[in-house]
Structures are given as structure tokens and as C-alpha cells.
């Protein structure tokens, strides 16, 4: 019997097999669940298909910047299971150009497009599926970087947008608190992903973690899927409103 028998459950994020939000995925239904993976553009849509296929997973298009996109998923949603218990928001985006130099270079356009793809969609997600999840002891989970705390090298723009969405995980838990809902993030430490390979010097900050972090060595994209899991399931019922490290304890470091 796994943890998370019979649960409903919507990933967004999914890029590859590297993709954190995959291997979420992959354990979740593991554990049971049933799930929806999303994808937006062509060219994403044609790695995700296998991978749904995969794990008996239905796939459907959204792009997160697009209101109308995110009405019909939970209108999908609705039709498919009648309710939503999990949602995991694997998102995020800025142009790559903004990742290089300092925050000075930021764009107008960048830091709009960054805190959008980045922040407002998981808000704009919760805001539709707030009626599908409401009763169901649901939960919906985020993912974060210490550079929404810290500074990073060139990680400028994209630093501000994860501090965006760390306090809305925080506002949303308030807000959705009453309907039974929680709402967490986990702060994951530098893993080598397809977004990652935008930011500029991103070796450098594997071997940095890897040098001070207590456990000596970088995490994985499955450390971070065994700490959803626990934030998704009924383990964790009494948690909300949290950002969970999990970077081999790099944020607990000074020198």
C-alpha cells in the first residue's frame, strides 16, 4: 500500500528525465497516485509523452502565462477525477541573458517575465484549483533555491522571483489554510537540470556546495522527491506555510 494510493495528482515542470518535477513524478506513482503531467510547447511535448507513457500518466498542454491555459487544465481536471489532491508546481523562467553580470542588467521585460513564469503562476494555478481541491486534505508544492535568501552569482533576477514565490507560499497557506488545503516549498540545492544550464558559472556552485555543505556532496533529483513526498502525503498533515531545504545542509553553513 503506497502513501499516496489513489491520489490526484497534477505535475507541472517536467523538461526531460532530469527534470526534478520528473522524478516527483515517477515516485508519486510509485506511491500510488494517478497522474497529469503538463507541458508547454511542441518541443517540450515531445520528451514528455514518453515519460508520461511511462507511468500510465495523462499529459495536457499549459502554458503558465496564459490564463486561459490554466482554466481549461482544471476544467480537464474536473471532467477526468472530479477533484485534485496534489498539485506540484515545477516552474520556473528567465531569459538567460538576465543570468549574467548583476541584478543592475536586469530588464524591465526580464524581471516581469521572470517574476510571472516564475512566481504569479503558482498563485494563478492555486487561484483555479482552489474549488477542486477544497475538503480533500490537499496539499500543493513549489520549488525553491537559497538564492531567494542569499546572493548567488548570477543568478540576479531569478533570486528575487524565488523570494516572490517563497512569500507567497506563505500567503497562499493563510489563504487556502480554511479549505483544508496546505501549501509548502521545498529549497532544493543546485542540481544539474535544464534550467540550471542557464545560469552562468553553475559548476562552481556544485563544487562550492559539494566542498561545504555538511554531507560533503550535492543532492539528487530523488533527495528532493522523497522530501515532496512527505510534504504531499499524509506525513506531514500538520505542515504549511514552510520552506523545506533540501541541500545537504548548505544553508545551515557561515565560512
Known sequence: MG???GKKVVVLGVANEKSIAW????????????LLLTYAGEAIEKRVRPLADSIQAAVMPCNVTHDEDIAGLMSDIRKRWGGLDIL???VAFADKEELKGSILSTTRHGFSTALDVSAYSFIALLKEAQPL??????A???MSYYGAEKVFPNYNVMGVAKAALEASVRYLAAGMGADGVRVNAV???????LAAAGVAGFN????????RAPLHRNISQEDVAKSALYLCSDLASGVTGEIHYVDAGYNITGI
Open 187 to 193: 529549497s532544493a540545492g543546485p542540481i544539474k537540470t
Open 204 to 211: 562552481q556552485i556544485l563544487s562550492t556546495v559539494e566542498e
Open 3 to 5: 502513501l499516496l494510493d
Open 140 to 142: 500543493a508544492l513549489a
Open 133 to 138: 481541491m477544497t475538503g480533500r486534505n490537499a
Open 88 to 90: 506540484i508546481h515545477s
Open 23 to 34: 522524478a516527483i513524478a515517477r515516485l508519486f506513482h510509485a506511491e500510488g497516485a494517478d
